[in-house]
C-alpha cells in the first residue's frame, strides 16, 4: 500500500466533503470552495469526518494515483480551512514593488514597470520588500508566485533578484584582476 495513501484525509469542523458522480470532489469551507475531478478508477469515500481514498490494484499507475489523489483531496481541505500563502522578497537597489487595486507592480531594474494582474482567487499584499501571496488553492498560489519570481530570478554574483522567503541562493565569487 502506498503509505501516503492509505492515510484517512481528517475534515475539521466546518468543512464539508461531497463525492459525486465521476469522481468529482467538493470541499467547501469558511474560506471557499474547491471543486476537482479525480481519476475514475479510485474509490472515495467520506467516512466519520475522514476521506478515505483506496485503489483497485497494484500496477504502477495506480499506485501513483493513490497517494496523489490523497494529497489533492488534503490540500483542498486545508486550502478551504486555513488557506496558503507564499512569502517572497525583492533585494536590489531600486527594486520595488507597490500594489495598484488588483494590480502588482514591479520596478525591476528594466526600462518600464512590470505590470501583473492578480488571478481570480489570489490576493497580494505588499509590505515593504516583501510580497505574501495568499489563497485557498496551493495550485495558483504557488504558480503566481512562480510568476511572479521568474520576472527578476536571483542572479548568483550579488543575488539582487525576487527569491522566495526559504530559498538559500548559492553564490559565486566574481572576476578577480591579474596579477
Do not use: C, W
Not at 500563502?85 to 518600464?112: C, F
Amino acid at each position: 500500500m502506498s503509505r501516503i495513501g492509505r492515510m484517512p484525509v481528517p475534515v475539521p469542523a466546518g468543512v464539508t466533503v461531497n463525492v459525486g458522480e465521476g469522481n468529482v470532489v467538493t470541499v467547501k469551507g469558511a474560506k471557499g470552495e474547491l471543486v476537482r475531478t479525480m481519476a475514475p478508477i479510485l474509490t472515495i469515500e467520506v467516512k466519520d469526518d475522514a476521506v478515505v481514498v483506496t485503489r483497485p490494484n497494484d500496477e504502477k499507475s495506480t499506485k501513483a494515483l493513490h497517494g496523489l489523489t490523497r494529497s489533492l483531496i488534503h490540500n483542498m481541505v486545508v486550502g478551504v480551512s486555513e488557506g496558503f500563502e507564499k512569502k517572497l522578497e525583492i533585494n536590489g537597489v531600486g527594486y520595488r514593488a507597490a500594489k495598484q487595486g488588483k494590480k502588482l507592480v514591479l520596478n525591476l531594474g528594466y526600462s518600464h514597470p512590470v505590470e501583473m494582474e492578480d488571478p481570480e482567487g489570489i490576493e497580494t499584499v505588499v509590505d515593504g520588500n516583501n510580497i505574501t501571496v495568499k489563497g485557498i488553492s496551493k495550485e495558483k498560489v504557488g504558480q503566481y508566485a512562480a510568476e511572479i519570481r521568474g520576472k527578476r530570478a536571483p542572479e548568483p554574483y550579488k543575488g539582487k533578484g525576487i527569491k522566495y522567503a526559504d530559498e538559500v541562493i548559492r553564490r559565486k565569487v566574481g572576476k578577480t584582476g591579474k596579477k
